[in-house]
């Protein structure tokens, strides 16, 4: 694949600004919790022209693009944060393929977020007919809780699935926003068996350890090839104001790379 525009968390180029939804925004479009089959996704923007642009960066993200970085986990006794995260990772995709999205898609249908500055909720793909139950408004409060949120991500049937889930508590756009990516890493470190491990404890001359204090790093070297991912649903827990996402990706289409 040729370099191309390289995207921090793809989906920060589709996803614009929302109110939180616990503090205002209490139902969204079927659509958006359970996502209709076929290219589309959503995204948040002020404008038809807005959401047209950052949805052809999504579908052309998801379609086809590359990972790489790396991702570490820090676990210190002696620190009073017990665990920490050092990760970089950015995807990659291509002008040519943006510029191919941008001409196939439309808007299917949009939901008002807050009308005094302008914002929605876009659904952006390739011409579909969308049923009245997509369009249906749903009660965030009234949704049942699903069975993948019990879960991290898994393999079956010859897809990759990954979890995602972050605090809904400041702007809901950035929690989308992160949500979703976390559940891409989450799939592609469930894919990934190559993840290194070193534990250190200081010891003294007679081979003992000096105190309790210990250092533990894991790591994954991310340099993959991604296609076909898709969201399959999104869920609100209301009762710890977070949000959850679930992604899917065939697993002949995660391939590594040196």
């Given amino acids: 694949m040729k370099a191309g525009k390289v995207w921090v968390c793809a989906m920060v180029a589709g996803l ?9 925004q209490i139902s969204y479009p079927a659509w958006f919790f359970h996502p209709p ?5 959503a995204v ?7 959401a047209l642009d950052s ?28 665990s920490y995260n050092n990760t970089a990772y950015y995807y990659y995709a291509t002008d040519r393929d943006i510029a191919l999205w ?7 249908s949009s939901w008002a977020i807050r009308l005094l500055s302008g914002e929605y909720v876009f659904l952006v793909g390739r011409s579909q007919s969308l049923s009245a139950a997509d369009k249906a408004e749903i009660a965030v409060a009234s949704l049942s809780r699903p069975d993948w949120t019990r879960r991290g991500g898994f393999i079956k ?29 989450n799939l592609v470190t469930t894919y990934s068996i190559q993840i290194g491990s070193i534990t250190e404890v200081e010891k003294n001359e007679n081979d003992r350890a000096v105190d309790d204090s210990m250092l533990k790093i894991d790591w994954v070297r991310l340099k993959y090839q991604l296609g076909g991912l898709r969201v ?14 679930l992604v ?5 289409s995660i391939r590594s790379f040196k």
């Fill in 37 to 41: 089959a076929g290219d589309s996704v």
């Fill in 102 to 108: 941008r001409n196939k898609v439309k808007v299917l």
């Fill in 157 to 185: 049937d010859g897809f990759v699935y990954g979890v995602g889930l972050f605090s809904i508590m400041g702007r809901s756009s950035d929690a989308w926003v992160k949500c979703e990516d976390n559940a891409i890493f």
């Fill in 248 to 252: 899917s990706a065939p697993e002949s």
């Fill in 44 to 50: 948040f923007a002020r404008s038809d022209a807005e």
């Fill in 232 to 245: 399959l649903e999104r869920w609100i827990d209301t009762s710890s104001d977070t949000c959850m996402v």
């Fill in 55 to 82: 949805g052809a960066v999504v579908l052309a993200t998801y379609q086809q693009c590359r990972l790489e970085g790396d991702f570490q986990r820090f676990y210190s006794t002696a620190l009073r944060d017990e």
């Fill in 16 to 24: 614009g600004f929302l109110a939180s939804p616990l503090a205002g």
